[in-house]
């Protein structure tokens, strides 16, 4: 599986980090450089450090600000707990909406709909609380949705 360049620079730093070191700035530009090609990551590094940004890996860069550290101003990597249902509801929220734009009856789109404003309400509390688990039958009723709004060019 293909690496974006957020998390083989992810990979890199937490790396780094295992040995000891720490990255400066200049450390990790002149890493993106090698790796890329392009001549500066400063367009990258507000997402890295955006610990709200949703990666899988839940991991995300942190500047070093306090003391007694001989590292500050340097970089590490930190971990957030992301909840494991929210890739697979915005897997089905898309399902839906391609549903809901392809659809060609009013009422069916109604329908569709409510179904994604049910999903969405379920991805919200997922994101606010990462410990949630949506029920048996409310997942089995996700199962359902995917399997019969799922375009027949992909299945």
């Known amino acids: 599986m293909k690496q974006t360049i957020t998390e083989r620079m992810l990979d890199w730093v937490e790396a780094e980090n295992d040995e000891g070191r720490y990255p400066r700035y200049t450390d990790i530009n002149n890493h993106y450089q090698r790796m890329s090609g392009s001549n500066s990551m400063s367009h990258h590094l507000p997402n890295w450090c955006n610990e709200l940004t949703e990666r899988t890996c ?9 003391f007694p550290s001989n590292h500050v101003g340097n970089y ?6 992301v909840n494991p249902y929210i890739a697979k509801i915005n897997k089905l929220i898309h399902v839906l909406t391609c549903a809901v ?19 969405r309400d379920t991805l919200l509390r997922c994101k606010v ?27």
């Open 58 to 66: 839940g991991r995300y860069l942190k500047k070093i600000e306090s």
């Open 76 to 81: 590490t990597v930190k971990h957030r707990m």
């Open 101 to 119: 734009n392809e659809a060609t009856y009013p009422s069916s789109t109604n329908i569709i709909q409510s179904k994604l404003d049910s999903v």
């Open 129 to 155: 609380d990462n410990d949630y688990k949506p029920n048996k039958q409310r997942l089995l009723t996700f199962n359902d949705y995917y399997r019969l709004y799922l375009p027949e060019r992909l299945k």
